[in-house]
């Protein structure tokens, strides 16, 4: 009997409910997420075996011969046997290890199993579930997991013949939804707000089989989506070739289990430091190029910049913040034929001072790389609530000639609605917006079909004025509000720490100076 989508969540919730005795809240996903993709797992495997056995009734096979057949004609996965020879052996499934939960030890059984599954499917699920630090005894008692296990096994079960992908998929980004909501700041690092992807992905406009890149993944949330519109629209999602490298190994495997849970098997997530180390090159060393690039990366990350890199068109990224350095990585990966990138920053990045994002930003505007800005609304993320931007990026030659030697600014910065923990953008603000950026503009640079209450504002500005104003690429100086405009916290926020940090430089050379010329009696 098929289940509603709110049943599973609910009972799925239970679950993650019961670690509330053990762990605080941001923690519930490393151990919910493998539980619930094991049982997955289990429950496919179990339901494709049952199928074999009805069919093959006249065969009189060992366990053993059974598996071999199964393998190469019905499972796609092997889910195989643990502490074999001993008298603690059995299946490394959900239902063999539930059926021993009032035994102690149940911590290493699960990881056991976990570690056999991901060792006898290195092809599928290598490293998959994790860290696994919360099998330990010392991280989350045995009575704990057990009573998790045991109301997560309420949830029905998780094969295709009982709970369409759609279902599981719905469930998983519920979980990663309700965790995000829960857990604030943490949250950021593995999880972009549906509307925001789902925003940025309609921009980008994801052709069949294309392939889809995102230099910082978490948990898959824009690569899916990719696949979820070309879905939604009648055409073949599954068709995409999904890539995404995570820094954080756990965070790696929630964005693996995701594109599973969705049916999406044409994938490659690596993990690793992109900027450091990219998985995704070339024969030749170079990175690899893809036809769509999207990506909410760490804000304002902290890095070592590179020494000598062909990325690092126009400069190198300051120490202090990668966020150019992303983008120059983004644009490296674009296809030479039809690349596109969107990636969401801070404002800060359109306008600080400093001498290497500056030089940056030059670079890209006048190689007309920059197609357009697209102001969002403040506190829209569970990490931050300064607003942001979305940055769209293509080659010259790839864009509409009308879109050439220029920069369309769209503020949508007042299209939101205020939600418990965080503003919110509906349906209609992302039609609105995509709109906008398709729309044809005229003499002036507004669009044709602007429509006045709208709270949008968009603008097609040529490069001259831009060169004119300094590269500064603020939203603020190419749309004019006909409300008194008001400067908002964030941009405020970033000029003063800019001035700050500016003046301190300039107290430790004055200092410097003043102890050269042997003054003395200042204090920093």
């Not at 205020?418 to 039609?431: G, H, P, Q, S």
Request: charged residues 25%; aromatic residues 8%.
């Amino acid at each position: 009997m098929a289940v509603t989508q709110q049943e599973i969540e609910n009972r799925l919730w239970d679950a993650a409910d019961e670690l509330r005795v053990a762990m605080p809240e941001a923690q519930y996903s490393s151990v919910v997420f493998p539980l619930m993709f094991w049982k997955y797992l289990s429950d496919t495997w179990e339901h494709t075996h049952q199928t074999f056995l009805k069919e093959n009734e006249d065969l009189d096979l060992s366990a053993e011969e059974a598996d071999d057949v199964e393998y190469s004609n019905y499972q796609t996965f092997k889910i195989p046997f643990i502490f074999p020879g001993t008298v603690a052996e059995s299946r490394a499934s959900w239902s063999s290890i539930l059926a021993t939960v009032a035994q102690h030890g149940l911590g290493q059984r699960v990881r056991a199993s976990l570690q056999a599954i991901e060792s006898a499917n290195p092809d599928k699920f290598s490293r998959i579930f994790g860290s696994m630090t919360w099998t330990s005894e010392a991280v989350l008692p045995g009575e704990v997991l057990a009573a998790v296990m045991r109301t997560m096994n309420r949830v029905p079960k998780m094969h295709e013949g009982n709970m369409s992908h759609d279902v599981l998929g719905g469930a998983y980004e519920y979980l990663l939804k309700r965790f995000s909501d829960g857990s604030g700041i943490r949250a950021g690092q593995f999880f972009t707000p549906r509307e925001v992807v789902e925003l940025i992905i309609k921009l980008l406009d994801p052709k069949n089989h294309e392939s889809v890149y995102d230099p910082a993944c978490g948990s898959g949330g824009m690569l899916i989506a990719s696949a979820n519109l070309l879905k939604a629209r009648g055409d073949r999602g599954y068709t995409l070739s999904l890539n995404g490298q995570e820094a954080v190994t756990d965070t790696a495997g929630v964005a693996r289990m995701n594109l599973f849970m969705h049916n999406l098997t044409e994938f490659k997530v690596e993990v690793g430091d992109t900027l450091r180390d990219p998985r995704f090159k070339k024969p030749d060393g170079s990175v690899k190029q893809f036809d769509m690039i999207v990506a909410n990366p760490p804000y304002s990350l902290k890095w070592k910049p590179w020494a000598n890199d062909p990325r690092a068109i126009g400069g190198v990224a300051p120490q202090s913040s990668a966020d150019w350095a992303f983008v120059q990585h983004m644009i490296a990966s674009m296809d030479p034929r039809k690349g596109r990138a969107g990636v969401v920053l801070p404002h800060g990045v359109l306008f600080r001072s400093g001498s290497q994002e500056s030089a940056i930003r030059k670079r890209v505007v006048d190689d007309d790389l920059l197609e357009a800005v697209i102001g969002l609304p403040a506190n829209l993320f569970y990490s931050t609530a300064i607003p942001t931007a979305i940055l769209v990026f293509r080659a010259p030659h790839t864009k509409a000639k009308e879109r050439r030697e220029g920069v369309l600014f769209i503020d949508a910065s007042n299209r939101f609605t205020k939600a418990k923990n965080r503003n919110i953008v509906t349906d209609a603000d992302i039609a609105d917006t995509v709109a906008a950026y398709h729309s044809d503009f005229g003499g002036d640079g507004t669009p044709l079909d602007s429509e006045g209450g709208s709270g949008l504002s968009a603008r097609f500005v040529p490069i001259t004025e831009i060169l004119a104003n300094g590269y500064d690429l603020n939203i603020g100086r190419y749309i004019k509000h006909a409300a008194a405009e008001q400067e908002d916290l964030g941009t405020l926020i970033d000029v003063y720490n800019m001035a700050r940090a500016e003046r301190q430089k300039a107290e430790q050379r004055m200092l410097a100076v003043l102890s050269a010329a042997g003054v003395e009696g200042f204090d920093e």
